[in-house]
């Protein structure tokens, strides 16, 4: 019994370890998770990161094959609309022409949701304010001093911090703040996507797996009892 709180304990000490704040200047992230079972979102997702993150970010890990069968996108759409480096084939690797970390530092991002979090980069793409201190025009609340860019200002809009520390949209951008919000979770399912394309196989088997273990296990009682009835 003591050995099993103490596994207890030290499981939960981990548990809490796990869920601290690593979300920059803020308190905490906001709430967000991944799911990889709306095709839609995927590749919606997929849209805004060939349009917004492609020219920084590879995705290395990822085959444009693989991609193309799991997003459900036809071939030539692939081909020809989708890779633009000349000697890219399907079966090759999203890297765009790229090397794995750009000139300016910009990292894989194939991996970057399983290291960050789903919500660590939810709530990092939607923390962009301007500070003219910085190199870049742009700082994070996420990522205090972060060398990229504000690439999404043209969606989300520009915003500043107040003088408590809040942001505050100072411009509008293209989409409203909801329309924002949607297309970051995109994003992100995308991302979290790419970091294990298996994910979408794992998690539908998962739930047969465990209705045969409630059934197998329902079964082997019934067995257990009859044998029981033969010793008594
Ligand atoms: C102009 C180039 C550029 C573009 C475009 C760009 N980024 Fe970045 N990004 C960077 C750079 C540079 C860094 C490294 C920042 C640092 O370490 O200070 C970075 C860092 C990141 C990180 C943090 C990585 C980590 O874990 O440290 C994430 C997540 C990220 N980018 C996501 C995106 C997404 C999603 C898009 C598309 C919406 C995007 N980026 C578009 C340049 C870019």
């Known amino acids: 019994m003591k050995k099993l709180l103490l596994i207890l304990l030290i499981l939960s000490s981990y548990g809490f370890s796990a869920g601290e704040n690593n979300c920059g200047s803020l308190e905490k992230c906001d709430a967000f998770s991944s799911n990889v079972h709306d095709l839609y979102s995927l590749q919606r ?24 069968k799991d997003l459900v996108i036809p071939e030539n759409i692939i081909t020809e609309e989708l890779i633009r480096t000349p000697d890219t084939k399907i079966a090759d690797h999203m890297t765009f022409g790229m090397p794995d970390v750009s000139p300016i530092g910009a990292p894989d991002l194939t991996l970057r949701t399983r290291v960050r979090g789903d919500e660590w980069i939810y709530t990092y793409l939607r923390t962009f304010y301007e500070d003219p201190s910085q190199t870049s025009g742009s700082n994070n609340l996420v990522y205090v001093g972060t ?8 969606l989300q809009g520009n915003q500043a911090l107040d003088t408590g520390g809040t942001l505050v949209s100072i411009s509008e951008g293209s989409m409203t703040a909801e329309e924002f919000d949607d297309s970051m979770k995109d994003l992100v399912n995308f991302l979290a996507y790419a970091a294990e394309p298996a994910r979408i196989t794992r998690e539908k088997n998962g739930v047969f797996v465990i209705l045969f273990f409630i059934v197998f296990t329902a079964v082997m009682n019934l067995l257990y009892r009859e044998y029981a009835k033969e010793l008594k």
Do not use: E, F
Request: charged share 10%; net charge positive; hydrophobic share 45%.
């Open 147 to 154: 060398a990229m860019p504000n690439v999404l200002a043209g």
């Open 45 to 68: 997702g997929l849209g805004i990161y060939m349009n917004y993150c492609a020219s920084c970010h590879t995705l290395k890990l990822l085959r444009w094959n693989r991609l193309q």
